[in-house]
């Protein structure tokens, strides 16, 4: 069979590993490679899971078709279970060859680390006849691309970080080797704060007013994301209704440029030179996580107080003890008292305090499950607001991270003067 690709035919996905049929582990690199790929009107036609076993591997590589663009994820390691190399070279019916620039960039890899050569190097080292590999800026394995039997092959390691540190490289090759179609002309909108379903709702007079444009919205750490892509000869629609939809979306949106939440209060805050600290309660230090995970964070980042008990709160915060007996931790006047005192404690230009009920125990009648306060201290003030989140404990804790820090760029954006909540949002109640 011809190593050209005929055509362009679909976005075929292969993730192999028992950990995701199990349970162990979820498949969210095919949610990755799509989005990378969003841009090309290239569609999705197959996505499947497979185990570990050669056999799996090749019936799911039947199922491929000449003109594909098929990523195959997982099964590259050095362990006898990493089989996604022998499989594609025996149903190719080519050879694996060694690598030796592969070779030497793994051995010197493990020098710098005082690792000694691991066993299992010669399979991380092979590559199918056909492909080539893609230095992995991550991790070990490396990333392998070229045409087989019709087909563009990209094979990637299944660890997410590694596959993202990956994609870049992939999508340079598929461009150079002509593998992808023509990219689509495409807005996006990154939201937080704001439900899936009443975010479609704010769309829907932009959509029917030009109803040639495609549209798709999806869930993301932080809320949700609304593309608007255009055919070609419509592009000139995408002025308008992008003005639109900033008209209509104002405040929820936190970008337009793809970068995620804490990476844009992080941009903001260096921007302004305000430092910002953060004061727990339910959420057990993941705002201070979300924020510190951004590289560059120290810039910015003074610290945190995980007060997750009440006499932490009286001891490290300084919330009156009349407070938490009168109005309960979880209440305007705790969280007030709670951003206040950080912002005070750690010298930190703004603070973000919070306190809730993510379950499954503990609501009340007046306060039930989902129920969250949220404080921002500033130079100017201090401001609060009521959620009621409508999850369960893992969901509602997530929730709570993503509002919490998107209050803090609401304050960067709008002032210190200015309440993050004085417009409503779809669970907050105040």
Not at 47 to 53: K, R, S
Not at 60 to 76: E, Q
Not at 166 to 183: F, I, K, M, N, S
Not at 269 to 298: F, P
Request: charged share 25%; proline share 5%; hydrophobic share 40%.
């Amino acid at each position: 069979m011809s190593d050209d690709v005929a055509g362009f035919g679909e976005l075929k996905i292969i993730a192999v590993g028992d950990e995701l049929l199990e349970g162990r582990t979820a498949d969210t690199n095919s949610g990755r490679i799509q989005r990378a790929l969003g841009g090309h009107a290239l569609r999705c036609g197959l996505i499947q899971v497979v185990p570990d076993t050669l056999d799996a591997i090749r019936q799911a590589l039947d199922r491929t078709a000449p003109g594909d663009l098929v990523f195959m994820t997982g099964g590259l390691g050095s362990t006898p279970d990493d089989l996604t190399r022998d499989a594609l070279a025996a149903w190719a019916g080519v050879p694996l060859d060694e690598d030796a620039a592969v070779r030497a960039q793994l051995e010197e890899r493990w020098r710098r680390r005082g690792i000694s050569v691991r066993a299992g190097v010669e399979s991380q080292c092979q590559v199918p006849r056909g492909l080539s590999p893609l230095t992995n800026p991550v991790g070990s394995a490396p990333g392998l691309a070229g045409r087989l039997c019709g087909r563009m092959f990209v094979l990637l390691p299944g660890v997410p970080p590694e596959l993202e540190g990956l994609l870049p490289l992939v999508l340079d090759r598929l461009h150079r080797e002509g593998a992808l179609p023509t990219g689509r002309a495409t807005l996006t909108w990154r939201t937080a704060q704001i439900a899936e379903l009443q975010l479609v709702r704010r769309c829907d007079e932009a959509r029917a007013a030009y109803p040639s444009l495609g549209w798709s919205w999806w869930l993301s750490d932080w809320g949700v994301d609304v593309r608007v892509s255009a055919a070609p000869g419509d592009e000139h629609q995408l002025a308008d209704v992008g003005a639109r939809l900033d008209a209509e979306l104002a405040h929820l949106v936190y970008t337009r440029d793809g970068r995620d939440l804490p990476t844009v209060v992080k941009d903001l805050a260096v921007a302004r030179g305000r430092t910002i600290a953060v004061a727990e309660s339910c959420t057990g230090g993941l705002v201070g996580g979300a924020l510190t995970g951004v590289a560059g964070s120290s810039a910015y980042f003074r610290g945190g107080i995980l007060s997750y008990a009440n006499d932490v709160k009286v001891a490290q915060l300084g919330v009156p003890v009349s407070v938490l007996d009168g109005d309960g931790a979880v209440s305007e006047a705790c969280v007030r008292a709670m951003a206040a005192g950080c912002r005070e404690r750690l010298g930190a230009d703004l603070a973000v305090a919070v306190s809730g009920i993510s379950g499954p125990d503990g609501g009340t009648d007046d306060k039930p499950v989902g129920t969250t306060w949220i404080g921002v201290a500033t130079p100017a003030g201090v401001f609060a607001g009521c959620y009621r989140f409508p999850a369960d404990r893992t969901r509602n804790r997530l929730l709570a991270v993503a509002a919490a820090v998107d209050a803090l760029r609401r304050v960067l954006e709008d002032g210190d003067d200015v309440s993050p909540w004085a417009r409503r949002d779809t669970w907050c109640t105040r």
